[in-house]
């Protein structure tokens, strides 16, 4: 069994290699249309440059998992700005997808919490659906679409959940097919539990993202790692893709929901335990502050327990 480990977008070990620099549209609105242009595309060039060092960074010391930065392009879906944001840097974009590929890392984009489908609100829905069709144009470009997802959160509750969830399944008909085939969907620390979540990708034909600091810090009743681990296997047996889970860990008991620097090891400790009985790989990506730190700093905690050991850099090998 084999668990490989990854982080978040920045490599924070590198100098000034943000890959999310941002430009806010009061300032673009404020430059004359050259200033425009070339702003856009100063940032945009940046910042794939910062994700191919991130790449390097993650090749050089074996971490097989990344989630690129959903902020790689700035002002993507905003419609007064409506810009193209592929052709000028195809070579960048293909350059991505062959190290990637030849250096065999999964890959994928987190969209923000806006990104959701249960809003009984249409420009809410539509703003979702273009901006699911811009990480999908991203992952088309790079070549990935064969290997990487698009994760989100199910969305807000509005007082009827019951309602929302009937929403989500109407309004993520409008979102076009092949974009659907890249999503996942992951189980959130407030509203909706992994039983639930579950229950929504069983429905849909989705992977589901299984994040275990949200499932402690909003479990069901009787909701066990044994009834829910199965079920979330299963939903990836239609996938090229071994089962992927988020780990962090509490920053503190008074502020349990928010990430912790690192990941402690004692903390997802009875996770790791549960994966062993089924004896099934996973991917499992850190969101902790500290990402590419904390990253091989967990691999390294949990190569120290007993029936573990590290293959490579951020991989694991459990017996």
């Known amino acids: 069994m084999i668990i490989r480990i990854g982080y978040v977008s920045h490599a924070t070990s590198l100098w000034d290699a943000s890959p999310s620099k941002t430009l806010t549209f009061t300032r673009w609105k404020n430059m004359k249309k050259d200033e425009r242009n070339h702003a856009l595309h100063d940032i945009t060039r940046k910042n794939l440059q910062h994700t191919l060092r991130a790449l390097h960074f993650n090749i050089a010391h074996e971490i097989r998992l990344y989630r690129f930065s959903s902020a790689i392009v700035p002002l993507a879906t905003h419609e007064e700005v409506n810009w193209d944001y592929i052709t000028p840097f195809r070579s960048l974009y293909k350059e991505i997808g062959t190290l990637v590929h030849r250096h065999h890392i999964r890959t994928s984009f987190h969209p923000n919490q806006f990104t959701l489908f249960t809003s009984d609100k249409p420009h809410v829905t539509e703003n979702a659906v273009n901006d699911m069709t811009y990480h999908y144009h991203l992952l088309e470009a790079m ?13 807000g509750a509005y007082g009827n959940k019951q309602a929302a969830v009937e929403r989500f399944h109407q309004n993520l008909q409008l979102l076009p097919a092949p974009v659907k085939q890249q999503m996942t969907l992951e189980n959130d620390d407030k509203t909706y539990t992994t039983t639930e979540t579950l229950s929504i990708c069983e429905k849909e034909g989705i992977p589901m993202m299984f994040d275990y600091h949200h499932y402690k810090a909003n479990a069901e009743p009787n909701e066990t790692l044994e009834t829910i681990l199965p079920r ?11 089962p992927k889970i988020h780990v962090s860990s509490p920053k503190s008991a008074h502020a349990y929901r928010s990430h912790a620097d690192y990941v402690d090891a004692a903390f997802v400790a009875p996770l790791i ?16 502050k500290q990402k590419d730190k904390a990253c091989l700093q967990l691999t390294k905690d949990l ?4 029936g573990i050991k590290r293959a490579e850099g951020a991989v694991l090998r459990l017996s």
């Not at 062993?276 to 990506?285: A, I, L, P, R, T």
């Not at 190569?303 to 007993?306: I, L, Q």
């Open 143 to 155: 070549g990935l679409l064969d290997t990487a997802n698009i994760n989100i959160h199910v969305g």
């Open 232 to 242: 979330f296997f299963h939903t990836w047996s239609q996938s090229n893709n071994r």
């Open 273 to 288: 335990n549960a994966l062993k009985q089924y004896d099934v790989s996973v991917d499992m990506m850190v969101e902790a």
């Open 303 to 306: 190569a120290s327990m007993r």
